[in-house]
């Protein structure tokens, strides 16, 4: 044999050996990769999850609260309609709140998100001109004001 054919034979037998060690790092990198995609896609979901129940938890937080008074009152806003047109919802919003505070006796008062919603429906120059609301009284004094039924 002469020594091409014998460096020959000898790479042919390094050529699997490596090809083998190259293959075990490589495999060792997809099960990281693997893990870390993982890991990732774990941390991913876990801010979806808190936004979801977010809506929950405000129905549940509704549900949680210690009604000691509830009230349905229809409220006229015809007098909020003599306010400048780009004041006439903040207005309005005001106008909820004072009357809101008067009824209940109280002035820790707040407005839920459906009830702004409502109110800014139409936008700054165009409130609506009746609503229906539900106040709330907890223990402790504090009063929310929910969308009532209807309108």
Do not use: C, H
């Not at 000898?10 to 890991?39: C, F, N």
Request: net charge negative; proline share 7%; no cysteine.
């Amino acid at each position: 044999m002469t020594k091409k054919e014998v460096a020959l034979e000898d790479d042919a037998e390094i050529e699997p050996s490596t090809q083998t060690d190259l293959a075990r790092p490589e495999a060792g990198k997809a099960e990281s990769t693997e893990e870390e995609t993982e890991g990732l896609e774990s941390e991913a979901k876990a801010p979806e999850a808190p936004e979801t129940p977010g809506v929950e938890e405000a129905a549940e937080e509704e549900e949680e609260i210690e009604i000691v008074e509830e009230k349905f009152y229809d409220l006229n806003l015809r007098r909020i309609w003599t306010a400048p047109r780009e004041k006439r919802t903040p207005r309005a919003v005001r106008y909820v709140r004072q009357y809101a505070a008067q009824r209940m006796k109280t002035d820790n008062v707040s407005l839920s998100e459906e009830t702004n919603s409502l109110l800014w429906k139409r936008g700054i120059s165009k409130p609506p001109r009746k609503i229906r609301i539900r106040v709330v009284k907890d223990k402790e004094g504090k009063v929310i004001v929910f969308p009532g039924e209807g309108k």
